[in-house]
């Protein structure tokens, strides 16, 4: 499923919220990668946690790392 890009669904991500151990770990920014598309700079991946996410669950995502491969196509 396509992940609509709205406030709500923003302010429900947990990337940004200290949560995330490669969003933290690469001192990313901004969010909602799973529907904006991948991080701007490099990442290295750490640990996912995209499926504690309630975005994740109200969308039926089932990929992680969203930060590294961009928006989920739907």
Known sequence: ?????TNEN???CICYR???PTY???KLSGGL???RGKSE???RKVRCIC??????A?????DYHYCTKGATEG
Not at 1 to 5: G, L
Not at 51 to 56: Q, S
């Open 51 to 56: 499926d504690e996410c309630p975005v994740w």
């Open 18 to 20: 200290d949560e995330c």
């Open 33 to 35: 990668f799973c529907s």
């Open 41 to 43: 700079t490099a990442v």
């Open 58 to 62: 109200e969308c039926n995502l089932n």
């Open 10 to 12: 923003y302010e429900k």
């Open 1 to 5: 499923m396509k992940v609509p890009n």
């Open 24 to 26: 933290n770990e690469n």
